[in-house]
């Protein structure tokens, strides 16, 4: 099973500062990950997929990057709605595992 | 609009069974497969398994293999997942959720049914 490991699990940002969010996977998996925000309650929603593209209705402010092992999500100006717990997930293979979580709070 | 709409919470007992719907609008239900996530309290999402709409073919994570079932009934654009010989453990958050293709990413969500398994 490839584990996703994600870092910091908090990340303690002020509104309008840039947070980046780091995603590794145990062994390559190509470019297929995606990241999702989650609200206290509510269901995950599709950010990027593909490592990089922007899923559509997400703002510009979000942008992911990285292949193989390494995998970073970067918020550039964040906004009070940002404040949630972001998850990395892969799905290479025909199989799908999360990250743990980094939750985004207010500094 | 695409949506996804699932049963409501449940409270059940140890050793019991649970059976939860997730009935689909807003596309064409054979084109996507539905998987099934769950997320315990503070915990990640753990995928449980997907169907295959077109012809009802399944695979399940070994960490479930034996005790969930995923089904669907196309005339009602539904997915069911039926999760047995239930223990503590199992309360968590329950979702569908639809892949973009076929192995994909997940690009609609359910809302979520809670199951809580207490004596």
């Known amino acids: 099973e490839v584990v996703m490991t994600q870092s910091p699990v908090t990340l303690s940002v002020s509104p309008g500062e840039r947070a980046t969010l780091s995603c590794r996977a145990s062994q390559s998996v190509n470019s297929k990950v995606a990241w999702y925000q989650q609200r206290p309650g509510q269901s995950p929603r599709l950010l990027i997929y593909?490592?990089?593209t922007r899923a559509t209705g997400i703002p510009d402010r979000f942008s992911g990057s990285g292949s193989g092992t390494d995998f970073t999500l970067t918020i550039s100006t964040l906004q009070s709605e940002d404040f949630a717990v972001y998850f990395c997930?892969?799905?290479?293979?025909?199989?799908?595992?999360f990250g743990q979580g980094t939750k985004v709070d207010i500094k | 609009q695409v949506q996804l709409v699932q049963s409501g919470a449940e409270v059940t007992k140890p050793g019991a069974s649970v059976k939860v719907s997730c009935k689909t609008s807003?596309?064409?239900?054979?084109?996507?497969?539905i998987h099934w996530v769950r997320q315990a309290p503070g915990q990640r999402p753990e995928w449980m398994g997907w169907?295959?709409?077109?012809?009802?073919?399944?695979e399940y994570s070994q960490e479930f293999q034996g005790r969930v079932t995923i089904t669907r009934d196309t005339s009602a654009s539904t997915a069911y997942m039926q999760l047995s010989s239930l223990r503590s453990e199992d309360t968590a958050v329950y979702f569908c959720a639809r892949d973009w293709s076929f192995g994909w990413f997940f690009d609609y969500w359910g809302q979520g049914t809670l199951i809580t398994v207490s004596s």
């Open positions: 807003g596309y064409a239900f054979t084109r996507y497969m």
């Open positions: 593909g490592a990089s």
């Open positions: 169907v295959d709409t077109r012809n009802g073919n399944t």
């Open positions: 997930q892969q799905y290479n293979n025909w199989s799908w595992t």
